[in-house]
């Protein structure tokens, strides 16, 4: 261990040409985590009760959304680790609570999507209690962030979350995905009424695909990260 250690910190001098170059592994990866600070992103688990949830400490954020409103590909895009959250041909496929470690302390908690799922119903009894006393209890929840398809916004459920997060002091961040599927005067307008008809302090309008404003919302999220 002390020698892996050594040598990520070592440096190396390397030749090109009459030139001297000194390279650090560790200044390689400092670097990386300054341009992406996602990028180490990790799942840990998933659960379905609340006597399941890990010690309340650090920063959690939780991420929600209709079924189809891509919130996994916002992930993969955040991360840019395009395996990181499985996106399930079958919409409402995932049935718990999942856990992903971006550093320590800090959590990202991927909340079922809600609306397609063909036992959506019965799955939702199973994490449904949990959420409720998780927004009631919970320290470590900082954010949560209410993914909508910009072409389908604040739908009965995605104002549920919405009224959810106001009657726990929770401050939440409406992100509109898929952008590149409508024109520029669109998701503007969309934006603006989105943002009057929630009084968020943030509405932002993403594009997974191309990578739209995903570096944006992860330096809005790091505000929310204990330091």
């Given at each position: 261990k002390s020698e892996q250690s050594l040598n990520k910190f070592s440096t190396y001098i390397v030749r090109y040409g009459n030139r001297k170059h000194i390279i650090c592994p560790a200044w390689l990866e400092i670097n990386d985590l300054m341009k992406n600070p996602f990028k180490n992103t990790a799942f840990l688990f998933g659960i379905t009760k609340y006597q399941k949830l890990p010690e309340d400490t650090g920063t959690e954020i939780l991420l929600s959304g209709r079924s189809n409103a891509g919130k996994s590909s916002a992930l993969n895009a955040l991360t840019k680790n395009k395996k990181l959250a499985r996106i399930s041909k079958t919409p409402g496929r995932t049935t718990e609570i999942n856990f992903f470690e971006v550093e320590e302390g800090f959590k990202f908690l991927d909340l079922p999507g809600y609306g397609f799922a063909k036992s959506g119903h019965s799955r939702r009894k199973d994490w449904g209690p949990l959420l409720g006393e998780y927004f009631e209890k919970r320290q470590s929840l900082k954010v949560?962030?209410?993914?909508?398809?910009?072409?389908?916004?604040?739908?009965?459920?995605?104002?549920?979350?919405?009224?959810?997060?106001?009657?726990?002091?929770?401050?939440?961040?409406?992100?509109?995905?898929?952008?590149?599927?409508?024109?520029?005067?669109?998701?503007?307008?969309?934006?603006q009424k989105v943002l009057k008809e929630t009084n968020a302090p943030h509405v932002i309008a993403i594009s997974a695909l191309?990578?739209?404003?995903?570096?944006?919302?992860?330096?809005?999220?790091?505000?929310?990260v204990d330091g």
């Open positions: 949560v962030v209410v993914f909508m398809d910009i072409r389908h916004p604040l739908k009965p459920i995605d104002l549920e979350m919405i009224e959810l997060c106001e009657n726990f002091d929770v401050p939440f961040i409406p992100v509109l995905t898929k952008s590149d599927k409508v024109s520029n005067n669109v998701c503007a307008s969309t934006q191309k990578g739209t404003n995903c570096e944006k919302l992860g330096k809005i999220l790091l505000k929310y």
